[in-house]
């Protein structure tokens, strides 16, 4: 057996007392911006119906049949607006989101996820079924990697730079505390 005594310094508990100042965020930045590459990123507009809880297979058929006369209607008429009008659907988009997270008013959505980043500029797709509902996507925009402004990546580098300080002052404050044990003892 053993009995075991110990003090713990999280850096956590020392980050609400950090300040950076705005010259080292600059600084940290400039050194580092490669590590702020943000990813190619798309908007898409979309139609859909979502999938209630308990859905019956004839439901799913009705919403498939549905969505699939939207999709002819939007082949010879490609302007989403007055489809949308036409069936009483609303048009959503999703903001911009990369391949690297959950899509915004979606979720993770692997089917959504593939179809979205195929799609060129304005091109809609067929319905496409997901485990939530059925959708028609529409890329509205696109962004391709870019290096963001300081002012875009300041609350990252600041986070980052709280972190490595509070990393080291606990770090600090264990040394002593181990210090004072070793006399101690």
């Given at each position: 057996?053993?009995?075991?005594?110990?003090?713990?310094?999280?850096?956590?508990?020392?980050?609400?007392?950090?300040?950076?100042?705005?010259?080292?965020?600059?600084?940290?930045?400039?050194?580092?911006?490669?590590?702020?590459?943000?990813?190619?990123?798309?908007?898409?507009?979309?139609l859909g119906i979502d999938f209630s809880s308990k859905l019956e297979p004839q439901e799913k058929r009705t919403i498939k049949d549905k969505l699939n006369e939207v999709y002819e209607e939007l082949k010879n008429n490609p302007d989403f607006?007055?489809?949308?009008?036409?069936?009483?659907?609303?048009?959503?988009?999703?903001?911009?989101?990369?391949?690297?997270?959950?899509?915004?008013?979606?979720?993770?959505?692997?089917?959504?996820?593939?179809?979205?980043?195929?799609?060129?500029?304005?091109?809609?797709?067929?319905?496409?079924?997901?485990?939530?509902?059925?959708?028609?996507?529409?890329?509205?925009?696109?962004?391709?990697?870019?290096?963001?402004?300081?002012?875009?990546?300041?609350?990252?580098?600041?986070?980052?730079?709280?972190?490595?300080?509070?990393?080291?002052?606990?770090?600090?404050?264990?040394?002593?505390?181990?210090?004072?044990?070793?006399?101690?003892?």
């Amino acid at each position: 057996r053993l009995k075991l005594s110990y003090f713990l310094f999280t850096p956590s508990q020392f980050e609400k007392n950090i300040t950076i100042d705005a010259i080292d965020i600059k600084d940290y930045f400039e050194q580092h911006k490669e590590d702020f590459k943000k990813p190619p990123s798309i908007n898409i507009q979309y139609l859909g119906i979502d999938f209630s809880s308990k859905l019956e297979p004839q439901e799913k058929r009705t919403i498939k049949d549905k969505l699939n006369e939207v999709y002819e209607e939007l082949k010879n008429n490609p302007d989403f607006e007055k489809a949308a009008l036409k069936f009483s659907l609303p048009i959503k988009e999703t903001g911009f989101f990369s391949q690297e997270g959950p899509i915004p008013t979606i979720g993770w959505s692997n089917e959504f996820l593939k179809t979205a980043f195929r799609l060129k500029l304005h091109e809609i797709c067929p319905p496409l079924e997901t485990p939530k509902g059925i959708y028609i996507l529409k890329l509205k925009e696109k962004k391709d990697s870019y290096i963001p402004t300081l002012a875009e990546a300041e609350p990252d580098v600041k986070k980052i730079l709280t972190s490595k300080k509070a990393i080291e002052i606990a770090g600090a404050k264990a040394k002593k505390a181990l210090e004072k044990i070793k006399k101690i003892y």
